[in-house]
């Protein structure tokens, strides 16, 4: 049994979205879904700081599915799509079972972490890219952070920490108290995002 989850140094993440978009590639995204998304902590537009010259301030924060250990979604899907699986931690989909109510959409507090495939998925190329394990996206099925599962399965981590250029994002066991992610939620200031909602997530922003 383990426990799955991230930690995001906020200190050295440089918004350069190199994260957004190798999980875009490696999960072969339909055209318009993002899955992890870097956010700008500032002003009203993407890369603005907050502020007026010289005191202003800007930092970034990278939002997908924080794979909760009480995760809203899990309670309210009526045909088990969604699912938290006890061997990992990892908040899953079986996009074979979705019936397209989007009840997860509506209960999860974090907005925008899920997708929803309106239509018969579109891409770019017309040529499947990323990892032959990916599940291929279907139509009225709602899409999420996977943790890149299939790369786990192989012993690999996910894509989106293998490419960070600024090595800002950090996984592993949580339940491992020599893992380095447990080291750094220990040793380092953090927070969680709405830990209010009871949610417990499973992704923790060091600051």
């Known amino acids: 049994m383990t426990h799955y989850g991230f930690a995001l140094d906020g200190q050295r993440c440089i918004g350069c979205h190199t994260c957004s978009v190798a999980c875009r590639i490696e999960n072969n995204l339909p055209q318009g879904t993002w899955w992890n998304r870097a956010l700008t902590d500032g002003g009203e537009d993407m890369d603005t700081p907050a502020g007026i010259f010289p005191d202003v301030k800007m ?7 924080q794979h909760c250990e009480n995760p809203a979604c899990v309670k309210v899907c009526p045909v ?6 006890e061997e990992t931690g990892i908040v899953r989909q079986d996009y074979d079972k979705c019936i397209g109510c989007r009840m997860c959409m509506s209960a999860c507090p974090y907005t925008g972490v899920r997708s929803f495939n309106w239509e018969e998925p579109k891409f770019t190329i017309d040529f499947s890219v990323g990892d032959a394990d990916v599940p291929s996206h279907q139509k009225h099925v709602v899409e999420k952070c996977t943790m890149c599962w299939h790369r786990l399965a192989k012993g690999e981590e996910p894509a989106c920490v293998e490419v960070c250029p600024a090595r800002a ?9 020599d893992s380095e992610v447990s080291r750094l939620v220990r040793e380092r200031e953090h927070m969680r995002l709405l830990e209010d909602r009871g949610t417990n997530p499973s992704v923790y922003y060091l600051v």
């Open 169 to 177: 994002r950090f996984w592993g066991d949580l339940d491992d108290p």
């Open 59 to 65: 930092s970034y924060l990278t939002v997908a599915c």
């Open 80 to 85: 088990g799509a969604t699912y938290r699986d």
